[in-house]
């Protein structure tokens, strides 16, 4: 079975600090995302990955930074946790669509993270 | 820049009725790829059902069916005999060609529709 594994569900974290979330995924697929989720303003696009150690910033960007050091793993970093970060993180991955078609994104179970 | 829109915040349907989800999407591009996906209660998205804007037939899978109307830039998702297990948060996703503005297969979400099932 294909799989999304984000390292946590639940993560509550002081303003200041420095927060990684993991994301690994086993499908060898090129491309990973992670996304914002907030309610009534659905996915947000923060940072893809088409390749290791390649990334492009998404739409709100702003306050993160990613890492990808082997295919399977896409990290999502908040240099300095703040309140407005509280939010829902979605990882997904997916093939590269590049001389294919019908490629969909799986995603992981979602990081609810609280910033206090 | 393409946009997704779900016009329908919240939907309800009674058990073994059917609903019809909203989508519009807008784009310049005469290729790309439509999905619905469910988000229930656990949190984790499933896909429901894809379209690829080539196709002229419309998509089914068992009980979910998409009305895919080009022209119109519409793509509503229908669900026949809903069960109390259908409810859920639906989102409606574009996503470009391949190497589209730079974006290797980012997916364009909707901002979601809650649908509920009354027993």
């Known amino acids: 079975d294909v799989k999304v594994t984000q390292s946590s569900r639940y993560l509550v974290k002081r303003t200041g600090e420095k927060v990684f979330l993991e994301c690994v995924q086993d499908?060898?697929?090129?491309?990973m995302f992670w996304y914002r989720q907030d309610p009534g303003l659905g996915l947000r696009l923060i940072y893809f990955?088409?390749?290791?150690?390649?990334?492009e910033k998404g739409d709100i960007p702003e306050g993160y930074s990613v890492s990808r050091e082997k295919k399977e793993r896409f990290s999502l970093i908040l240099e300095s946790a703040s309140t407005n970060q509280t939010s829902m993180y979605l990882c997904?991955?997916?093939?590269?669509?590049?001389?294919?078609?019908?490629?969909?994104?799986?995603f992981g179970q979602g990081t609810r993270l609280t910033v206090v | 820049a393409q946009t997704v829109t779900q016009s329908q915040p919240e939907m309800s349907v009674q058990e073994a009725e059917t609903v019809t989800l909203s989508c519009t999407y807008d784009?310049?591009?005469?290729?790309?790829?439509l999905f619905w996906y469910k988000q229930p209660p656990s949190r984790q998205m499933i896909l429901v059902i894809r379209?690829?804007?080539?196709?002229?037939q419309n998509a089914t899978e068992n009980r979910f069916s998409v009305n895919f109307q080009k022209a119109a830039k519409s793509f509503s998702l229908k669900i026949s005999d809903s069960q109390l297990g259908d409810a859920a948060m639906y989102f409606c996703?574009?996503?470009?060609?391949?190497?589209?503005?730079?974006?290797?297969?980012?997916?364009?979400f909707g901002k979601g529709t809650k649908l509920s099932v009354k027993p």
């Open positions: 997904a991955s997916s093939f590269s669509p590049a001389g294919t078609r019908n490629t969909e994104a799986f």
């Open positions: 499908m060898d697929h090129e491309n």
């Open positions: 990955s088409y390749d290791v150690k390649m990334k």
């Open positions: 784009t310049s591009e005469s290729d790309y790829y």
């Open positions: 379209q690829e804007a080539y196709k002229q």
């Open positions: 996703a574009y996503r470009s060609p391949s190497n589209y503005g730079g974006s290797q297969g980012n997916l364009i």
